[in-house]
């Protein structure tokens, strides 16, 4: 012990003795809880990579004793916290409080909301803060609609429909399309909820009138995405997407998404629409990236469920359905897998179409409706995460959440401050979300060729958000320049992001043969390693306005013929013949001689028919393409896929009264075209039973188109009996147009 006190005294005969009769070296003071050293944490100055001092070295005083701020959202679990994720919202499980929080359901139903119902729609309006309800069927096919903002208010009415789908258009409005009416006929028809009345329908060439169909937000892509449904040929399983320009079918065959009754939901974290589900009840999640489905491992084995994006979780929530236990179970996806919740009662009642939407303002995901075996519901619930912490007023004077933050400065007032722009999403891409603050208020009024000049210097940036941002307020209503034409072009030869790169082909899509760099890159960009780069680039070298771009129809050649993903191929053989050139008849006869591949076959029958009658364009006429066709048709024996149906139907829109200018147009540059010889083909086709149904079914819409007769129509039925299951489809049809 004296050997020890010696050498202390010896070592430190300068050091401090602390009251504790502790010693401090002479470079550092004593201070509770230790020594603090000149220039470090408890010294009592704030120095550099301290966020607080106050000259002691003890934690749970509101600067912890490695002075770091002791607050609720620091990360840090301290003194008197539940919990601490890191951030300042509520409803994600930790409180802006700390607190945890549990979610729980409670039955929101009111006499003076909607009348039980299933079959309608509900989606959540970002642009003016409400959600809307609309259709379905109770007594009768219901044409009403409602908003809701916390409780339900009657809005304007609209089309009589249920069964039918919507989504939110970046455009500012809610997309709706299809479904049955009140005499049980499909529907073809686009709405849009401008946020107090439905528009009439809008113009355009639209898809096939069907049912059961599912439609989500493609933010990214600043498109609505359609999969399946009902048509009058039964299980459609094509994808369209509608955006500014209208709907534009982007996949024939949406393989491996082959069923119905999905759902889907847009991901902001991930830039893709995640579609989960299906029937029957298939335990499968996909997800699609502007351009292809992709399986992405299990998912929920339900159908008929809903599902939205809840914000403050960033995750994707599901409830009910019908599933093997036809539970009431509600699941979340992360990103990479669901996970159910564990939920106390009271719980609503197991259902089936049923419909909802994740309500921000509120923080709570709202459900109403759906059916329960016979009976149909008329219920409201609400799924929230609670504590004790109250949630703040965002009036921008009290602080209720005691987070310090005020209005728009808390995170939780997000959807009422910035209600496109979902906290800490990577990919909502819209000009006032963070991130993006150079497209925000402060060139809201600009004219476009200065937004064109800021999206000039910023398409360097290190955010792909504002690259995909800056690539956009390029295209200009005039048209883009030269100048921007070129700044992308550079910009896509570096993009090392798949999903930018695609934006930027977007673009530019159909300015190659306008711009020589543009042009190059659209071919290179079919040589990417990226499938889903080489599938953009196929959608925009095929592009009419691109017809002459160097070396375009040698490359289409070789992805259709040589590419090793079976979709690039299809794509490439379905695009194509919008071209019409000649240099493609080579492929086509190629391509088409066998049926073995039939979803190759299909979509180069496809590619063939545009070849020469381009719809709803009419601008391809090649003579050789159509002799081709002609001849493919009248190949035997025919099968159930030879002919293929999808390309039956190809001259119902003869008949068409918003087709007919361009079409007499077409008429003069085909002079070789020949009605008489097509119907001869159709009705070979109808009287051959080895044909499937639906092509059989799709030949009799083109002999209508053609302008077939009464008594044609007749003679079709030769040989049918209503008791055969593959005739009566066709005898349908058959009695339709005849009625017609």
């Known amino acids: 012990m004296c050997f020890l006190v010696a050498l202390a005294g010896c070592v430190h005969s300068t050091a401090e003795q602390c009251t504790d009769d502790s010693l401090c070296p002479p470079d550092s003071e004593c201070v509770p809880g230790g020594c603090a050293k000149a220039g470090g944490c408890g010294d009592g100055h704030l120095d550099p990579g301290e966020q607080c001092d106050d000259h002691n070295l003890i934690s749970s005083d509101g600067c912890s004793a490695t002075c770091t701020l002791e607050a609720c959202g620091n990360g840090t679990l301290d003194v008197d916290e539940e919990c601490d994720d890191g951030n300042s919202m509520s409803h994600d499980g930790c409180s802006s409080g700390c607190r945890i929080e549990q979610p729980v359901w409670s039955d929101a139903s009111s ?150 009754d999905f759902r889907f939901t847009f991901d902001p974290n991930a830039g893709l629409v995640i579609s989960s589900g299906g029937s029957p009840a298939r335990h499968d999640t996909f997800r699609w990236d502007g351009a292809t489905w992709s399986q992405h491992g299990g998912g929920l084995q339900r159908t008929d469920h809903m599902q939205d994006y809840d914000p403050a979780r960033r995750r ?122 150079m497209f925000s208020s402060g060139i809201a009024d600009t004219s476009p060729e200065i937004k064109a000049r800021i999206g000039r210097q910023m398409i360097t940036s290190a955010s792909p958000a504002v690259r995909i941002t800056a690539a956009e307020l390029m295209n200009v209503p005039k048209g883009i320049s030269t100048e921007s034409l070129d700044t992308i072009a550079t910009a896509a030869s570096e993009e090392r992001d798949s999903g930018v790169l695609r934006a930027f082909l977007r673009v530019i899509a159909d300015h190659g043969t306008q711009n020589r760099k543009v ?25 009419p306005a691109n017809r002459g771009v160097p070396d375009a129809t040698m490359r289409l050649t070789a992805l259709a013929t040589e590419d090793p993903e079976p979709k690039v191929r299809q794509a490439a053989c379905e695009y194509s013949g919008r071209l019409g050139s000649d240099d493609l008849l080579p492929m086509y006869e190629k391509l088409t001689a066998s049926s073995a591949d039939h979803e190759m076959y299909a979509a180069c029958m496809e590619g063939l028919v545009a070849m020469f009658h381009n719809h709803p364009s009419f601008d391809t006429a090649n003579e050789g393409a159509y002799k081709l066709f002609l001849r493919r048709l009248d190949a035997k024996p025919r099968t159930e896929y030879s002919p293929p149906w999808n390309v039956m139907s190809t001259f119902c829109y003869f008949s068409h009264e918003s087709d007919l200018d361009k079409l007499a147009a077409w008429k003069k540059q085909a002079t070789w075209f020949k009605p008489a010889d097509v119907k001869h083909a159709m009705s070979d086709v109808v009287s051959d039973k080895t044909a499937s149904w639906m092509a059989r079914a799709a030949a009799v819409e083109s002999m209508v188109g053609l302008g077939a007769s009464k008594s044609e129509l007749e003679a079709l039925k030769r040989g049918y009996s209503p008791a055969d299951r593959n005739d009566k489809p066709v005898l349908d049809k058959i009695a339709s147009a005849i009625a017609e």
Request: proline share 6%; hydrophobic share 40%.
């Open 111 to 260: 006499s003076a909301g909607p009348t039980l119902r299933k079959g309608h729609v509900m989606a959540w309006d970002p642009d003016h803060g409400t959600g809307v309800l609309h259709g379905g069927i109770g007594t009768v096919v219901d044409s009403d609609t409602w908003l809701w903002t916390g409780s339900w208010t009657r809005a304007a009415d609209g089309p009589d429909r249920t069964s039918h789908a919507i989504a939110w258009d970046r455009a500012g409005r809610l997309v709706m399309f299809g479904g049955t009416d009140t005499s049980a006929t499909r529907r073809a028809d686009t709405f849009a909820w401008t946020g107090s009345a439905w528009t009439a329908p809008l113009p355009g060439t639209a898809p096939t009138a069907r049912f059961d169909h599912v439609m989500g937000s493609d933010v990214v892509a600043g498109q609505v995405v359609m999969f399946g449904g009902q048509t009058l040929l039964g299980l459609n399983i094509e994808t369209w997407v509608f955006g500014a320009s209208g709907w534009t079918r982007r996949l024939l065959d949406s393989s491996p998404l082959t069923d119905q």
């Open 316 to 437: 994707i929530v599901a409830f009910s359905g019908l599933d093997p236990n036809n539970s009431n179970e509600v699941d979340e996806w992360d990103g990479e897998t669901w996970t159910p919740l564990a939920i106390a009662a009271p719980l609503p009642p197991v259902r089936e179409r049923t419909a909802g939407f994740y309500d921000p303002i509120r923080h709570e995901l709202v459900i109403f409706g759906g059916r329960v075996n016979a009976t149909f519901l008329g219920d409201t619930w609400v799924l929230r995460w609670t504590s004790a912490t109250p949630d703040d007023a965002c009036d921008g004077t009290t602080d209720l959440d005691g987070d310090g933050l005020i209005g728009c400065a808390d995170t939780d007032c997000w959807a009422l401050c910035t209600p496109r722009c979902p906290p800490g999403a990577t990919y909502q891409v819209v000009p006032t979300c963070p991130g993006m603050q």
């Open 519 to 543: 042009g190059a890159i659209l071919v290179g960009a079919t040589r990417h390693a990226d499938k889903d780069v080489r599938l953009q680039g196929i959608y925009a070298l095929s592009s």
